[in-house]
Nanobody, 115 residues
Framework: QVQLVESGGGLVQPGGSLRLSCAAS????????MAWYRQAPGKQRDLVAS???????NYADSVKGRFTISRDNAARTVYLQMNNLQPEDTAVYYC?????????WGQGTQVTVSS
């Protein structure tokens, strides 16, 4: 049973940066599509960014040019570098691992952007 452990959330001022990390407990990480989602209070969970095992990357329009997703297969970790954060980026951020027949979520990490 693969587990995902997220870290790196916190409180930051508008214009600031944070880096989220998500470590997987199993080597199936290397053949899985990894993604970050976020969910603001009262809203649905939305895709922020994803990266396939082959390195194909997709971003939500709202974060293009500000966020960067990357993966380190040796460390079984996916990262989300978030720059120029804005109050509308405030949400719980969730890591996701997806394979055919398998879908796993991390516990979530809170990101709050406020002055």
């Amino acid at each position: 049973q693969v587990q995902l452990v997220e870290s790196g959330g916190g409180l930051v001022q508008p214009g600031g940066s944070l880096r989220l990390s998500c470590a997987a407990s199993a080597s199936i990480f290397n053949i899985a599509t990894m993604a970050w989602y976020r969910q603001a209070p009262g809203k649905q969970r939305d895709l922020v960014a994803s990266v396939t095992p082959g390195g194909v990357i997709n971003y939500a329009d709202s974060v293009k040019g500000r966020f960067t997703i990357s993966r380190d297969n040796a460390a079984r970790t996916v990262y989300l570098q978030m720059n120029n954060l804005q109050p509308e980026d405030t949400a719980v951020y969730y890591c996701n691992l997806a394979l055919v027949g398998l879908n796993r979520w991390g516990q979530g990490t809170q990101v709050t952007v406020s002055s």
